[in-house]
């Protein structure tokens, strides 16, 4: 059995359109997903399919958006891993995902970030301090479908912990 991992309230985290835990979960027993990403998506079809996945995930969720430029950044819940999706970063299976949150989850970690940078992408600083660097693939996707994506996978990953039948490995 995993570490006790304190129990989130709404006045640990600064407000924000998204946070939410499934029916009947307690904020303290799984680790906030955390997606920060720049641009507004608006009326989208991307914005249509990031709201199916967003409803789906039983973890507690926040969604970030910030401008191109600046915005501030919520402070994050400590511990906490940051991952940035960069073209530089590695592909992975969604099973190798979905243990990457569960190993971090039963460590302790109490918000897993995934920042999705601007147009430009993110300084070699961002990259550094980053734990991790993430890829869907050596192609090069516009940010509205990387976040759509995202959402996708923390959904299939979540899924696949809780041992749903969402995700059907070859």
């Not at 009947?24 to 720049?38: E, F, Q």
């Not at 507004?40 to 079809?45: C, E, M, S, Y």
């Not at 479908?145 to 041992?163: K, N, P, V």
Request: net charge positive; aromatic share 6%; glycine share 10%.
């Amino acid at each position: 059995m995993g570490p006790v991992i304190p129990s989130l309230s709404s006045s640990d985290l600064p407000p924000s359109k998204g946070l939410r835990g499934a029916a009947g979960l307690p904020y303290g027993s799984a680790m906030l997903l955390h997606v920060i990403a720049r641009g507004k998506i608006a009326r989208t079809p991307e914005a249509d399919l990031v709201a199916r996945y967003e409803k789906r995930i039983a973890w507690p969720l926040r969604l970030t958006e910030l401008p191109e430029r600046g915005g501030r950044v919520p402070d994050p819940l400590a511990p906490c891993r940051t991952v940035l999706l960069d073209e530089r970063g590695s592909a992975m299976a969604s099973e190798e995902f979905a243990e990457l949150l569960r190993g971090w989850r039963d460590n302790g970690i109490r918000e897993t970030r995934f920042v999705i940078g601007a147009a430009d992408g993110h300084s070699r600083a961002e990259r550094d301090a980053a734990d991790r660097l993430l890829a869907f693939g050596k192609a090069t996707w516009p940010h509205l479908m990387a976040r759509a994506m995202l959402l996708e996978q923390l959904f299939r990953a979540t899924s696949i912990l809780a041992g749903h039948p969402y995700h059907r490995a070859g």
